[in-house]
């Protein structure tokens, strides 16, 4: 009757394949479980219904290939799925099976992606080289802020938060995830003055700085004010992947105009924290790759926000590298990136210097930490906030401890003495 | 310190309200996790930031105006958002607040929108009145069926099969989630086979009959599908709301042709099924309400799906109704919905003949019954099938026991034989 699972089936590398986490039902085996999502995720329902001849359903149907304990690969032919559709793609692999009554709990934890779906997208435009290729920087963390509060000000306030940010040593300076067009903060004034103080910053520092306005919208006004961002110079345009949703970020890689893409996260943790059900970031962080975006929220692991260590780790790996190597605990699913640039990941969420030292041991050089709070939260105010953060990222570049180079460096040592000193992230 | 705690606060009509169940990390008060709710959905970051004067914090933030056990209540003023955005509106109120790590667990409950929102969108196009015009159905529900299996039959198999159910008694007939653009079955020519076979059953049958294709892609490409709908006649359009995203289903509401828009909810559950976290299925169809979908699946509380029956029967009330009442256990807000139209509700996911008796007792008439095996999965095959769910409404309207009403009904009689007799949703 378990049509669906077949524990001898080897999976071919032309097959899409899941990881589920399977809690089924009371009175209901793993293994028929397991087989209700197969069939369910591919050409099966409920009861048997003729029209499919044996080939053709032999030729389609998804295959249970091994039960781990709760832990279950299926995987899927590729011809089920129109290559270069995410949404259509997702909802067979992550579309009805969450809400079946065979399940008590379900979790997409991860998936490998095909060549043949590989192929059909460009993903990043730019990827970790063009961004830092951008900024000239070859090697330490890029430095970014949020400008904080999230929504309030007044787009000339915003331009000049954003200017003593970037004076005080930020790269990047970006909007937060909810502000959008408010009647306080309308986007294209916002953007005038912003990128005219990007201007200004650039010439008093003789640093590239970058700017990235959120222009997450419905589709078509989110496109309009991605081109007017072009049309005037800037370098980022923001979204907000989850809230938006894959539809419209395959739009904006596609058809939005050549800029570099910072996607932030926003909802995520609706999907993601029960770690028994929903979606894991790792397999959000893989078609956001897929797509292209450039630079991608992965969590800090040391601040206000959820994420272990070990998670946060493997999704930084698995956005940066070309292959990722199947890991020792079995949650990740070797992926080759063929010819798909590596993203940026960026570290954001109730940071300050003094989480810079374990972050870093962490996650290493190649990050965006991005700093709100922990920046404009300084005694001090923004500018020293932000040199305060550049000069925790120096201390680190040097190999020396942050609380040793605080004694020389004035802005550092008040951060410290604020908000305290992290030294290791375990 | 909990600014954004303000029991004495009554909210205002403009306001947007939302209500949480909110379950605190360990060692935290439910008033504080509150509070950093309210803060993080708002102006507030985690760490003291100076920028915005206190008239304008006290105009701006948000404000917990109740809290009784684990629920809350959260009112935000209008101008934190963009009137006509939501993915920015969600990427506050449904956004980051889910990955603190000050909850254990977060759920939206529900949200009230305010006139000024409303104002804002269109709602449906047609709503109940125009679908039932369309088919100059007054009373009963409508029929309709999922083309099965799932994925897997050509063009002209799909087409054949949907000329049956036609010809059987249904008057719609959709494609299924994750059946889009794929190889073994592209969507141009689907469409147009499919819309060819309408035409011969309208002219057979004497019946409006309406078929919905599955226009889901990336945002520009699912325009061009809809546009072809149009272009050949077609009178609906299906789209995969949660795995397309809300940028997407505003676009194919606002710049889309003019089509009736057939919701599905693949995904959902993922956000919906744990009752401690994510995001309530009420929520989801509040905002598809308002953007402007005309039919919406809100389960069955009787087939394969999650589903409780009072919480499936809230749903109904509020995508059908004018203005939802307080309901008695507290979990629906008054919601008043203004000029915004009527969504037809569809029950679907593991029906057959045999469940519409006590499912009609549940929903009453004002509903979509759709059933995909149990309709291509009886004995005789589609037309019976369609015939079968035919009379098991009929025999409903006529207020005649579904059992009695088969004695003289053949393809009823089987349907109940294979698949049993339900008497009551309880």
Redesign the interface.
């Known amino acids: 009757m378990n049509k669906f699972v077949d524990l001898d089936y080897v999976p071919k590398k032309e097959d899409l394949i899941c990881e589920f986490s399977v809690e089924p039902s009371e009175n209901l085996s793993m293994k028929e479980a397991c087989n209700r999502i197969a069939k369910e995720?591919?050409?099966?329902?409920?009861?048997?219904?003729?029209?499919?001849n044996k080939e053709?359903?032999d030729k389609?149907r998804a295959r249970v290939y091994s039960i781990d304990g709760n832990t279950a690969k299926v995987a899927y032919p590729p011809?089920?799925?129109?290559k270069?559709?995410?949404?259509?793609?997702?909802?067979?692999i992550?579309?009805?099976i969450?809400?079946?009554?065979?399940l008590k709990?379900l979790r997409?934890e991860d998936v490998y992606i095909p060549a043949s779906i590989d192929n059909a997208f460009e993903g990043p435009r730019y990827g970790i080289k063009g961004i830092r290729d951008t900024f000239g920087i070859e090697e330490r963390p890029l430095i970014g802020t949020i400008v904080?509060?999230?929504?309030?000000?007044s787009s000339e306030?915003h331009a000049n938060?954003a200017f003593e940010a970037w004076k005080g040593g930020c790269d990047v300076v970006k909007d937060d995830?909810?502000l959008?067009?408010?009647?306080?903060n309308k986007f294209e004034e916002r953007l005038d003055l912003t990128l005219e103080k990007r201007k200004k910053a650039e010439e008093e520092t003789s640093e590239t700085k970058g700017y990235m306005p959120?222009v997450?919208?419905?589709?078509?006004?989110?496109l309009k004010r991605a081109e007017l961002v072009k049309e005037k110079g800037g370098r980022y345009m923001m979204i907000?992947i989850v809230?938006?949703?894959?539809?419209?970020?395959?739009?904006l890689r596609?058809?939005g105009p050549d800029l570099r893409i910072h996607a932030?996260r926003?909802?995520?943790?609706?999907?993601?924290?029960?770690k028994k059900?929903?979606?894991s970031m790792l397999t959000i962080a893989k078609f956001a790759r897929l797509i292209g975006v450039d630079q991608l929220h992965i969590g800090t692991a040391v601040g206000?926000?959820?994420?272990e260590p070990t998670d946060i780790w493997e999704i930084e790996q698995e956005v940066e590298n070309k292959i990722v190597r199947k890991h020792e605990d079995d949650h990740v699913l070797a992926e080759d990136w063929r010819d798909i640039k590596p993203v940026f990941a960026v570290s954001s969420?109730?940071l300050?210097p003094g989480l810079v030292q374990p972050l870093m041991q962490l996650l290493g050089k190649n990050i965006i930490i991005q700093a709100?709070?922990?920046i404009?939260?300084h005694p001090d105010?923004t500018r020293a906030g932000a040199r305060a953060m550049r000069q925790a990222i120096d201390a680190r570049m040097k190999g020396i401890d942050v609380e040793e180079y605080a004694e020389d460096s004035e802005e550092l040592k008040k951060a410290l003495d604020l908000?305290g000193a992290g030294k290791t992230y375990k």
Chains 1, 2 share one sequence.
């Not at 995720?41 to 499919?52: A, D, N, Q, R, Y």
């Not at 270069?84 to 067979?92: I, M, R, Y």
């Not at 926003?266 to 029960?274: I, S, V, Y």
């Not at 206000?304 to 994420?307: Q, R, S």
């Open positions: 995720s591919s050409i099966g329902t409920w009861t048997h219904v003729e029209h499919l053709k359903r389609l011809e089920l799925f129109e270069t559709n995410v949404p259509g793609t997702l909802a067979s992550a579309g009805n969450f809400g079946m009554k065979a709990n997409l904080k509060p999230k929504v309030g000000l306030q938060i995830e909810n959008v067009n408010q009647d306080f959120n997450t919208a419905e589709t078509e006004e989110m907000d809230t938006a949703g894959w539809s419209a970020l395959q739009t596609k058809h932030h926003a909802m995520h943790a609706a999907l993601t924290k029960n059900h929903g979606i206000k926000m959820e994420g969420g109730g300050h709100g709070g922990g404009h939260g105010g908000w």
